[in-house]
T-cell receptor, first 115, second 116 residues
Framework: AQKITQTQPGMFVQEKEAVTLDCTYD???????LFWYKQPSSGEMIFLIY??????QNATEGRYSLNFQKARKSANLVISASQLGDSAMYFC????????????FGSGTRLSIRP | KAGVTQTPRYLIKTRGQQVTLSCSPI?????VSWYQQTPGQGLQFLFE???????NKGNFPGRFSGRQFSNSRSEMNVSTLELGDSALYLC???????????????FGPGTRLLVL
C-alpha cells in the first residue's frame, strides 16, 4: 500500500531562515512522482515542486528545493530565506504511475513564520 | 491562461438535501480530480475523470457521484447530505504527459460546503 507521512504537525521559523519540511513515503512501485503543495488560509492548493522517481537531480524552483533521498524514501522540502507569506499548510503528495494511479496526500505541516 | 474555477465558492445545505458542485479545468486539461478536505480526515481522493470517463475512484459511498462533459468541465453530486459531508471540496485538473509522468495537478479555490 502507498503511504505519505509528514511527522511535523506544526513548525515555527524566524523570517529569513531556511526551513526543512519532512516527508517520507512508501511504495513498492518503481515509477512515481512526488509533489509539494502549499495551502494558505484561503484554501487553494498551490503547486510548488515536483520530483520524479527516475530524476537524477534534486528538483529546484526558486526558493524551493526538494531533498530527494530515494534509498531512505524521503522527499523533504527546503525553503530558503523564509518570508512571512510562506506561512501556510504544506502538503507532500505522491502519485504512483500504475494503471490505477491516484494522488495521495500526507497530513500536512503548518508552517508559521515569525517576523 | 485562466486557472481552475469552482462554483459555488460557499454553500449551506440541510441534511437530506442534495448538492451539485461544478469545476472548470484549465484550458486544454482533460483530467479532473475531486478531493474532500476535512480537519479530521485531511485530504481524501473522491474520483478522477478523463475524457468523460471515470478512471479512478476513492473510498466514498455511492451518495457521491460525478461526471465529466465533452468540454472537460466536471460536476460532482452528493445526495442525501449528512452532517459529516461538511468540508472543503477541491477540484484539480491536469494534462497527461508522455508515460504519465510529471502529471501535475493544479487546484481550484474549492467549494466550502456546510451541512446543517
Amino acid at each position: 500500500a502507498q503511504k505519505i507521512t509528514q511527522t511535523q504537525p506544526g513548525m515555527f521559523v524566524q523570517e529569513k531562515e531556511a526551513v526543512t519540511l519532512d516527508c517520507t513515503y512508501d511504495t513498492s512501485d518503481p515509477s512515481y512522482g512526488l509533489f509539494w503543495y502549499k495551502q494558505p488560509s484561503s484554501g487553494e492548493m498551490i503547486f510548488l515542486i515536483y520530483q520524479g522517481s527516475y530524476d537524477q537531480q534534486n528538483a529546484t524552483e526558486g526558493r524551493y528545493s526538494l531533498n530527494f533521498q530515494k534509498a531512505r524514501k524521503s522527499a523533504n522540502l527546503v525553503i530558503s530565506a523564509s518570508q512571512l507569506g510562506d506561512s501556510a499548510m504544506y502538503f507532500c503528495a505522491m502519485r504512483v504511475y500504475s494503471s490505477a494511479s491516484k494522488i495521495i496526500f500526507g497530513s500536512g505541516t503548518r508552517l508559521s513564520i515569525r517576523p | 491562461k485562466a486557472g481552475v474555477t469552482q462554483t459555488p465558492r460557499y454553500l449551506i445545505k440541510t441534511r437530506g438535501q442534495q448538492v451539485t458542485l461544478s469545476c472548470s479545468p484549465i484550458s486544454g486539461h482533460r483530467s479532473v480530480s475531486w478531493y474532500q478536505q476535512t480537519p479530521g480526515q485531511g485530504l481524501q481522493f473522491l474520483f478522477e475523470y478523463f475524457s468523460e470517463t471515470q478512471r479512478n475512484k476513492g473510498n466514498f459511498p455511492g451518495r457521491f457521484s460525478g461526471r465529466q462533459f465533452s468540454n472537460s468541465r466536471s460536476e460532482m453530486n452528493v445526495s442525501t447530505l449528512e452532517l459529516g459531508d461538511s468540508a472543503l471540496y477541491l477540484c484539480a485538473s491536469s494534462t497527461p504527459t508522455s508515460g504519465g509522468t510529471q502529471e501535475t495537478q493544479y487546484f481550484g479555490p474549492g467549494t466550502r460546503l456546510l451541512v446543517l
